[in-house]
């Protein structure tokens, strides 16, 4: 797996979180933020895909819905 180094700053009580949580589960800090920028971004394209099938899935039923066209609009520039 390539990477790329990056500089990242934490307050002093979160690194000190980092390092416990690091030596706990015997894992480099950097594979602790690594794990978790995996499953933030992971977490974030699942909602996204599950909006967009719901949309999707309203469109292809023509189901009706009581949400003015302007805020359905809205709704869909957020994606």
Known sequence: MQTVATNIRFSPEDYQALREL????????ARIVRDAVSQYRLSKTT????????????????????????DLIAEGRKI
């Open 22 to 29: 690091a030596f706990l589960k015997k894992r480099s800090i």
């Open 47 to 70: 909602a996204i895909k599950d909006r967009l099938d719901l949309f999707r899935l309203m469109v292809k039923s023509r189901i009706k819905i009581d949400v003015p066209t302007p």
